[in-house]
C-alpha cells in the first residue's frame, strides 16, 4: 500500500511570491491534515479535511488556505509568500474519523523563501 | 486551547542507556496522547500512544506514562540503540470535544542521540 505522497519535495520562491503543494492520502484514508515544521515552533496544525470540508483549522493567517476533492487529494496554498513562510510542510492522512486512528505522514515539502 | 511543553529539547544517551522525555499539557480535558518519532529526510512516525484511562503502556522497549492529575506524560526508552536516534514529539488532543487526529497538538520535540 503506497505511502502518503507529497509534492514537490523541494521548492523555492520569492517573497511575495504564491505557493501550492499537493499531498495524496493513503488509499482510502479520508481526513488529510496539514502541518507546518519549523526548528523552532515544531509541528504546527494548519488545517485539516475530512470529506472535501475542513473541519479544524489551525491559528494561521488566511494567506494559508487548503481544499480537498472528492478522490481525498489535497492541496494547500499560501499566498503573498513571506520569509516567515520557509519550512516544512507535512501532511497527514488518517482513515479514521474517531479517536482510534492513526496519523501518517508523508516526508513532507521543503519551502525555501527568498 | 491546549498547549503542550517538552523537555528536554536534546538528549544524549550512551548506547544501553535509558532515556526519558517529558511533556506537559494545559487541557486537563485532553484524553488521548501520541508520541511520533520523525528520523532524518522523513516524516513523523506513531511509535506509541495512550489515552486518559490508562496510566501506562509498554511496547517491548518503549513506555509511555501519564500522570493526569500533574497533567504530564513521558516516553522511556530502555537499552537505547543508534537506530533509536531521531526527534520525538509528544501530542495532546481532547478527543471527545470535537477533536480528531487530524488537529493534534505537538510539543517542539526532542532530538534523542545514541552514541555508540
Known amino acids: 500500500k503506497a505511502g502518503v505522497t507529497q509534492t514537490p519535495r523541494y521548492l523555492i520562491k520569492t517573497r511575495g511570491q504564491q505557493v501550492t503543494l499537493s499531498c495524496s492520502p493513503i488509499?482510502?484514508?479520508?481526513?488529510v491534515s496539514w502541518y507546518q515544521q519549523t526548528p523552532g515552533q515544531g509541528l504546527q496544525f494548519l488545517f485539516e479535511y475530512f470529506s472535501e470540508t475542513q473541519r479544524n483549522k489551525g491559528n494561521f493567517p488566511g494567506r494559508f488556505s487548503g481544499r480537498q476533492f472528492s478522490n481525498s487529494r489535497s492541496e494547500m496554498n499560501v499566498s503573498t509568500l513571506e520569509l516567515g513562510d520557509s519550512a516544512l510542510y507535512l501532511c497527514a492522512s488518517s482513515g479514521d474519523r474517531g479517536p482510534t486512528g492513526e496519523l501518517f505522514f508523508g516526508e513532507g515539502s521543503r519551502l525555501t523563501v527568498l | 486551547g491546549e498547549n503542550v511543553e517538552q523537555h528536554p529539547s536534546t538528549l544524549s544517551v550512551q548506547e544501553g542507556d535509558s532515556a526519558v522525555i517529558k511533556c506537559t499539557y494545559s487541557?486537563?480535558?485532553?484524553?488521548?496522547f501520541p508520541w511520533y518519532k520523525q528520523e532524518l529526510g522523513k516524516g513523523p512516525q506513531l511509535i506509541i500512544d495512550i489515552r486518559s484511562n490508562v496510566g501506562e503502556k509498554k511496547d517491548q522497549r518503549i513506555a509511555v506514562t501519564l500522570n493526569k492529575t500533574a497533567k504530564h506524560f513521558s516516553l522511556h526508552i530502555t537499552e537505547t540503540q543508534p537506530e533509536d536516534s531521531a526527534v520525538y514529539f509528544c501530542?495532546?488532543?481532547?478527543?471527545?470535544?470535537?477533536?480528531?487526529?487530524?488537529?493534534?497538538?505537538f510539543g517542539k520535540g526532542t532530538k534523542l542521540s545514541v552514541k555508540p
Open positions: 488509499s482510502g484514508h479520508r481526513s
Open positions: 501530542a495532546a488532543i481532547n478527543m471527545n470535544y470535537g477533536g480528531s487526529q487530524g488537529n493534534l497538538i
Open positions: 487541557d486537563s480535558a485532553s484524553n488521548y
